[in-house]
């Protein structure tokens, strides 16, 4: 079983529609959690962190964690074709910066 | 306020070369981490450093090995290069060790024939 576990996608949701990026996670240790984004050819981008069960907003990113399930989710309302990217999920097991990252989902917003 | 920068964008080398891969942190970072990203997988853990010592380490073979300097900024080293190695290597930078924020650099493109 792989230690972090993404759909690679493509997700394809169409512009203005809310896109639902998920993550399972084996170590149940695991303390905090990143999704990062990553456009073709360029270098990953921070865009949301989580620490506790719940949910977690910053303008169009909701965060959710559910640590009795090992489950992460992304969601992006109202998406633009400018979040047309690879989103990677990030989990940080002993608060050091040994992250375990994802494959990552390809997600594309059609107009 | 610069980010943190790489260098060279693009390298390509033989099997059993060695190479040298260079990360300036951002303005004001004092940790510098390296990350592998094969194509179509997530970024690996190499390892990372922190007042010039090697701090946490990925499941990485010695033949990855690095440095830091005193201006902060870090080498990454391949002995003996083989095919499989051939990735992007991505830099991170933060502002201390523990910090979880994570900023990369644009990464290094090594093709090893």
């Known amino acids: 079983q792989k230690e972090v576990e993404q759909n690679s996608g493509p997700l394809s949701v169409p512009e203005g529609a809310i896109a639902s990026l998920n993550c399972t996670y084996s170590?149940?240790?695991?303390?905090?959690f990143f999704w990062y984004r990553q456009y073709s050819g360029k270098s990953p981008e921070l865009i949301m962190f989580i620490y506790s069960n719940g949910d977690k907003e910053d303008g169009r990113f909701t965060a959710q964690l559910n640590k009795a399930s090992q489950y992460v989710s992304l969601l992006i309302r109202d998406s633009q074709p400018s979040d047309s990217a690879t989103y990677l999920c990030a989990v940080n097991k002993d608060y050091g910066q040994n992250f375990v990252f994802g494959p990552g989902t390809r997600l594309s917003v059609l107009p | 306020d610069a980010g943190v920068t790489q260098s060279p964008t693009h390298l390509i080398k033989t099997r059993g070369q060695q190479v040298t891969l260079r990360c300036s942190p951002k303005s004001g970072h004092d940790t510098v981490s390296w990350y592998q990203q094969a194509l179509g997988q997530g970024p690996q853990f190499i390892f990372q450093y922190y007042e010039e010592e090697e701090r946490q380490r990925g499941n990485f073979p010695d033949r990855f090995s690095g440095h830091q300097f005193p201006n902060y900024s870090s080498e990454l080293n391949v002995n003996a290069l083989l095919l499989g190695d051939s990735a992007l290597y991505l830099c991170a930078s933060s502002l201390k060790a523990g910090n979880e924020k994570l900023f990369f650099g644009s990464g290094t493109q090594l093709s090893v024939l």
């Open positions: 170590d149940r240790g695991s303390q905090s």
